[in-house]
């Protein structure tokens, strides 16, 4: 059961345009989202979050939006730039018991930034 | 380097045998967790520490999989008789409490011959 689905495997995007990645969630329990960007051969780092309570957080080049309603969120990159290719993880907490939870992901997306 | 670290970063192994990996948290986060990760997947959860109590198994870890955090600082997990299906990157985060925030480490990328 895929509770968070990010439909596009992959996105390329001329260096200093702006990159959309996109993001579906099936629990509407979900009330905390984040986004992780990989480098190959590395751990997942995290970059930004966004609460239920907002529909939009902002961090540098960086935005995540949220549309509840619609039970989607996204992550524009403005601008993009070479370095900020890698495979971006969209996440939400899945509660284990009382003040646990787990992270459930999707299958990520690549972007490629062309310089 | 204060953020978490894994040890070690590669193994190759042949089918069969057992394999143990070491994760360290950031030193003040209680929180311990193992995921797998293989190609074109996200993370997947295996197990949850909180200080040195387990307190979730995924259906994933099967009985050949064991993980323990014996004094609530570094945690291990072990693959016993391991398979090829278990070629996997294995990757441990943490996080302090009241936070969502998980920091992962750099992986352990496991092999199975």
């Known amino acids: 059961d895929q509770q968070v689905k990010q439909n596009s495997p992959s996105l390329s995007v001329q260096e200093g345009r702006i990159s959309i990645l996109n993001c579906d969630y099936t629990n509407s329990m979900f009330d905390y989202f984040l986004w992780y960007k990989k480098y190959p051969a590395e751990g997942p780092t995290f970059l930004i979050s966004?609460?239920?309570?907002?529909d939009k957080n902002e961090d540098g080049r960086f935005t995540v939006f949220l549309n509840k309603s619609a039970k989607h969120l996204s992550l524009h990159i403005v601008p993009s730039q070479p370095g900020d290719s890698a495979v971006y993880f969209c996440a939400a907490p899945r509660q284990i018991s009382a003040g646990s939870y787990q992270l459930t992901f999707g299958k990520g997306t690549k972007l490629s930034v062309i310089p | 380097d204060t953020g978490v670290s894994q040890d070690p970063r590669h193994k190759i192994t042949k089918r069969g045998q057992n394999v143990t990996f070491r994760c360290d948290p950031i030193?003040?986060?209680?929180?311990l967790y193992w995921y797998r990760q293989t190609l074109g997947q996200g993370p997947e959860f295996l197990t949850y520490f909180q200080n040195e109590a387990q307190l979730e198994k995924s259906r994933l870890l099967s009985d050949r999989f064991s993980a323990e955090r014996p004094k609530g600082s570094f945690s291990t997990l072990e693959i016993q008789r391991t398979e090829q299906g278990d070629s996997a990157m294995y990757l441990c985060a943490s996080r302090l409490a009241n936070y969502n925030e998980q920091f992962f480490g750099p992986g352990t990328r496991l092999t199975v011959l």
């Open positions: 966004i609460s239920s309570i907002k």
């Open positions: 030193s003040e986060h209680n929180r």
